[in-house]
């Protein structure tokens, strides 16, 4: 009996090979690629990969908008005029034992073709994946502004990196090039040492470049203090801070031909190196106290290099490598000797004689002529810790300083605000400044903190319009959006920066509502004017003021809104006198303007609110903590009445 089942069994079996062979003839067998990694995969003591019936498409033949697995032409027992056209969907199912898993395309593909491909989910995709963009989409002008996360930002202005030129300032290029060709040239291997190139350079400073000369002196004041003391926490000699006057005459701003900035004149791969921060937003540079530090670290490498100041500072300007090869190439380690020959660069050559030169001016200024130099007060800063993406312009307002101060005190910021790709950031601000701000410092936060969003630019819409809708300025927008033109293309999507959004509106991802916008704007308002308050009455025409350290005539009158000519006239002053810290001015009333105290008095009583899309009565009258029925009655309106966009409504402050 076993023999007779053994035998059908065996029959059973070969029975069914013919069906199997029909099946595979229907589709080509799979490729070499998949049997590999079949077979690889049972090396691995994986689960092998079951055969494919679809041919896999090598990479290179693949193009846009086609599947990475097509079916394989008939089989050649079926003419092709006689091979049947049958959908996709339609194609047998495998033959028994190999599973049936639906294919995903690893590339987006027209419905028309991609649509229920099934496919074995064996064959890999041999295409690159798509990396995910934020910004690939078409816009539609319906979405709602988006909040962008600090990634998302950063992305999005990159593209400025390259469009982004600084202009030449004068930090003292020009002055040391013409110095340099004031020394008698030609006779460059003829010096014994570098006496006789130090006094042509105190000659020319003394002459034609004394008014630049003078002008870096004072500057001097501000920092070399400051300087001196981070040189000699290094253990360097404090009288390399002169470095610093003959690359940059002491200024952060300076910027050279060679794309070299800030005092100590570091390019860009060499401030990395000694860990300046340098991108988009901010370039520490600039910064003097940490290129100070950046340069002593440099400094101290490069006289361990060679154990002598005059081949360290040779290095600086024209770098190791350079020095290395002279000393070499003329084995000798005596800078005197190397400028004999003519391997070196004039610029080089001169470097050491004309710092030499520049320190014995400074060290004895009244011997050399520069007696009556005005000095500058050395900086007295202080450090605030606040948020990344802190709008400059919004803490000068609340801390009623100038903007231009700020920038002056943080000269390495490059844009309006703190780098938003930081989590928190030292903002440098005066003692005073820095005081109110730390008291200030819950109410600052919110107004001053910017969300990034995104936008789609609708028919009709322009920058200045969008500016006056989202409290912003046109340089801003075009700055964060690398734009050249006032014009704007319909499908553009522009970063736009938002003030006074409360936390849950400012996570990334969140659609901001113009109701949201609405009551940002007045929550910043408030801000102001609360703050305002808080720190009592402004100086008015006919108050007396106190002069500050560093004040000058310029400084006040931009401070309090009046001309320097009148500010000087009403105190008896000339518009250049010098002023004494602790002296009172007299306010004069502008130009054209004779309101009364009386007058001014009633008119800070009220202020002014204009009303933006979805606002209601309601919502600004608690805003501004008074009740709807007398802001109706003040603007001459119903209590239930439509608030029209555009309108400017009068806020009693009083109730």
């Known amino acids: 009996m076993k023999n007779v089942f053994s035998a059908a069994g065996f029959l059973?079996?070969?029975?069914?090979?013919?069906?199997?062979?029909?099946?595979?003839d229907t589709h080509s067998p799979p490729t070499a690629g998949v049997a590999a990694e079949a077979n690889d995969g049972a090396k691995d003591g994986k689960s092998p990969v079951p055969a494919s019936p679809y041919k896999a498409v090598p990479s290179a033949s693949v193009t846009p908008d086609v599947p990475a697995a097509v079916p394989a032409p008939p089989a050649p027992k079926v003419p092709p005029a006689q091979a049947p056209s049958v959908p996709v969907r339609d194609l047998p199912p495998p033959a028994a034992g190999v599973p049936s898993t639906p294919w995903v395309p690893s590339v987006l593909t027209p419905p028309n073709?991609?649509?229920?491909?099934?496919?074995?989910?064996?064959?890999?995709?041999?295409?690159?994946?798509?990396?995910?963009?934020?910004?690939?989409?078409?816009?539609?002008?319906?979405?709602?502004?988006?909040?962008?996360?600090?990634?998302?930002?950063?992305?999005?202005?990159?593209?400025?990196?390259?469009?982004?030129?600084?202009e030449v300032e004068g930090m003292g290029e020009e002055f040391f090039a013409t110095a340099s060709m004031e020394v008698e040239k030609g006779k460059g291997g003829a010096f014994s040492g570098i006496t006789r190139p130090i006094d042509k350079?105190?000659?020319?400073?003394q002459t034609r470049g004394r008014e630049k000369f003078g002008r870096y002196l004072a500057r001097s004041g501000k920092y070399v203090g400051m300087m001196q003391k981070i040189l000699v926490r290094y253990g360097l000699p404090e009288d390399l801070v002169y470095v610093a006057l003959i690359e940059s005459g002491f200024s952060p701003k300076a910027y050279s031909v060679a794309k070299a900035a800030g005092p100590w004149q570091?390019?860009?791969?060499?401030?990395?190196?000694?860990?300046?921060?340098?991108?988009?937003?901010?370039?520490?540079?600039?910064?003097?106290?940490?290129?100070?530090?950046?340069?002593?670290s440099y400094l101290r490498d490069l006289y361990g290099m060679f154990e002598s100041w005059p081949l360290a500072a040779a290095a600086y300007n024209a770098g190791e490598g350079k020095i290395q090869k002279a000393v070499v190439r003329y084995k000798s380690d005596d800078l005197s000797e190397l400028i004999r020959h003519r391997y070196l660069k004039q610029e080089t050559k001169d470097y050491v004689p004309k710092m030499l030169?520049?320190?014995?001016?400074?060290?004895?200024?009244?011997?050399?002529?520069?007696?009556?130099?005005?000095?500058?007060?050395?900086?007295?800063?202080?450090?605030?810790?606040?948020?990344?993406?802190?709008?400059?312009?919004?803490?000068?307002?609340?801390?009623?300083?100038?903007?231009?101060?700020?920038?002056?005190?943080?000269?390495?910021?490059?844009?309006?605000?703190?780098?938003?790709?930081?989590?928190?950031?030292?903002?440098?601000?005066?003692?005073?400044?820095?005081?109110?701000?730390?008291?200030?410092?819950?109410?600052?936060?919110?107004?001053?903190?910017?969300?990034?969003?995104?936008?789609?630019?609708?028919?009709?819409?322009?920058?200045?319009?969008?500016?006056?809708?989202?409290k912003t300025t046109v340089p801003i927008l075009k700055e964060l959006n690398g734009l050249k033109r006032d014009s704007?293309?319909?499908?553009?999507?522009?970063?736009?920066?938002?003030?006074?959004?409360?936390?849950?509106?400012?996570?990334?991802?969140?659609?901001?509502?113009?109701?949201h916008l609405a009551m940002a704007h007045m929550r910043v308002e408030e801000g102001s004017r609360k703050a305002r308050i808080k720190g009592g009455r402004r100086p008015e025409p006919g108050d007396a003021v106190t002069v500050r350290k560093g004040d000058t005539l310029a400084r006040i009158a931009k401070r309090h809104g009046v001309r320097v000519k009148e500010l000087a006239r009403a105190n008896g002053l000339k518009p250049a006198s010098k002023l004494k810290v602790g002296a009172?001015?007299?306010?004069?009333?502008?130009?054209?303007?004779?309101?009364?105290?009386?007058?001014?008095?009633?008119?800070?009583?009220?202020?002014?609110?204009k009303v933006h899309e979805g606002d209601t009565l309601d919502q600004i009258a608690r805003v501004y903590g008074v009740t709807v029925d007398r802001l109706a009655d003040r603007n001459r309106m119903k209590k239930g009445q439509l608030l029209r966009q555009g309108v400017v409504l009068v806020i009693p402050l009083e109730s």
Request: proline letters at 8%.
């Open 266 to 296: 570091f390019i860009s791969g060499t401030g990395r190196r000694y860990g300046l921060r340098i991108d988009w937003w901010a370039d520490e540079r600039r910064d003097a106290e940490k290129s100070t530090h950046a340069a002593a």
């Open 201 to 205: 350079f105190i000659r020319y400073f």
């Open 113 to 166: 073709r991609a649509q229920n491909l099934p496919v074995p989910a064996a064959v890999p995709s041999r295409l690159p994946a798509v990396p995910a963009v934020s910004f690939v989409a078409p816009p539609s002008e319906k979405a709602a502004d988006r909040v962008l996360s600090p990634g998302e930002v950063d992305l999005q202005v990159t593209k400025n990196l390259e469009d982004d030129t600084e």
């Open 584 to 609: 009172h001015l007299l306010l004069p009333e502008p130009a054209g303007k004779t309101e009364s105290r009386t007058a001014r008095t009633a008119r800070k009583k009220t202020t002014r609110y």
């Open 357 to 470: 030169a520049a320190l014995t001016i400074a060290k004895d200024p009244d011997k050399y002529g520069f007696g009556d130099v005005a000095y500058e007060e050395p900086l007295d800063l202080r450090t605030v810790a606040v948020p990344g993406g802190t709008d400059l312009a919004a803490v000068a307002r609340l801390l009623e300083v100038p903007v231009e101060s700020i920038r002056e005190w943080n000269p390495e910021l490059r844009r309006f605000c703190t780098p938003p790709n930081r989590e928190r950031y030292d903002l440098r601000l005066s003692v005073d400044a820095a005081r109110l701000a730390d008291e200030r410092m819950e109410e600052i936060i919110p107004q001053t903190k910017i969300t990034f969003l995104q936008h789609n630019v609708r028919k009709g819409e322009t920058l200045q319009g969008l500016a006056d809708r989202y």
């Open 12 to 24: 059973l079996l070969f029975l069914s090979i013919p069906s199997y062979s029909v099946a595979a």
């Open 488 to 515: 704007l293309r319909r499908t553009a999507r522009l970063v736009i920066p938002v003030t006074g959004l409360v936390e849950e509106e400012t996570v990334p991802g969140t659609e901001v509502s113009p109701d």
